[in-house]
């Protein structure tokens, strides 16, 4: 039963506060261990973590854990509080397993964040990704005083910083994706973090980027001194039969392709100089299948967004028992 899917999916979205508590009193248990690993000094009880966008201003870890995270993204997070695009924002299409959404960084901003992930400090469970963006109205060649703005104020609770350049739903955000904006930009934010204990600094790309110019990107980072990358945020393109407007960002299951080979590219362009980067895969995992898919390919870590409005909030455990049970 998954009686969220027959609200209208905004209904189902702003329910979700009050029943993800529920469902995680009821059924939350041990963060399940699987596929356990190390990275840079975090810890990782199993590789499946939420995608950026899902919980958003850090409001639901302890239910995250109980359900089974094994690392928590929270954000896009916004210096200042916004409020999301107007008009539609989000929908979803059963028989495509797809879901649309151009929401717009919508955030209560870096203060009310910072509240939200101080309350949580004392009982850290897993690692916590931060997701930082610009505000909207913040024009691209100011934008890294925005991202550098979070940095220093974040830097006591993210265990890894994710640069969000990628949405395509704030305008002209994915320029900074381009070689002379990707320099101004990730440069003064990996000096920033290297100045203090550091902390890893990923960055998050779209997939609609031509496969060279993904490559070029990855390389581009790569020289720049990341740590790693989340590969992918949502799709501008449709899928025959999709009813979705042209614009707003597309996930689910029509991501997948798109999604894999991203990882297949960055796997490629990286090369011998992959070692000690980090690699997340998002996008189109839907199944346990998907889940162990992406790690064969390279992955070390997977996300997932459209998976739990689909299949539901139990997809972490699930996972778990469906690894053990092929062991």
Not at 7 to 19: C, E, I, N, V
Request: a neutral charge; charged letters at 20%.
């Amino acid at each position: 039963m998954r009686p969220w899917l027959l609200l209208p999916p905004q209904w189902a979205h702003d329910l979700s506060s009050l029943g993800l508590p529920l469902y995680s009193l009821i059924h939350g248990r041990k963060t399940p261990h699987w596929k356990s690993f190390t990275w840079r000094g975090l810890e990782f009880a199993n590789p499946m973590g939420i995608a950026g966008g899902v919980d958003k201003n850090a409001e639901h870890l302890k239910e995250w854990w109980a359900l089974g995270c094994g690392f928590v993204e929270v954000g896009t997070i916004t210096p200042r509080a916004q409020t999301p695009n107007p008009g539609k924002i989000m929908d979803r299409d059963l028989e495509l397993q797809a879901m649309w959404n151009k929401m717009g960084f919508p955030s209560d901003g870096g203060d009310e964040v910072f509240h939200n992930l101080a309350s949580y400090a004392p009982n850290y469970r897993t690692p916590i990704f931060v997701n930082i963006g610009k505000n909207r109205h913040t024009p691209n060649n100011d934008a890294v005083a925005d991202y550098l703005t979070l940095v220093d104020q974040f830097r006591p609770f993210a265990d890894a910083f994710v640069v969000n350049i990628s949405s395509p739903n704030t305008a002209g955000l994915r320029d900074l994706q381009k070689k002379e904006n990707l320099r101004a930009l990730i440069g003064p934010i990996v000096d920033r973090v290297s100045h203090f204990e550091p902390t890893p600094v990923l960055v998050k790309l779209s997939p609609d980027m031509g496969e060279e110019g993904l490559a070029e990107a990855v390389s581009n980072c790569q020289e720049l001194g990341v740590d790693g990358f989340v590969l992918t945020n949502t799709t501008l393109s449709r899928p025959a039969g999709c009813h979705f407007p042209a614009e707003g960002g597309l996930s689910g299951a029509p991501l997948k392709q798109l999604s894999q080979r991203a990882l297949q590219i960055a796997v490629q362009t990286l090369g011998k100089k992959r070692e000690g980067l980090l690699l997340v895969s998002v996008g189109g995992i839907m199944s346990p299948e998907d889940v162990f898919e992406r790690l064969q390919m390279g992955a070390d870590l997977v996300q997932i967004y459209s998976a739990l409005v689909f299949h539901g909030p139990g997809f972490f455990h699930d996972v778990a028992r469906r690894y053990n049970d092929g062991r």
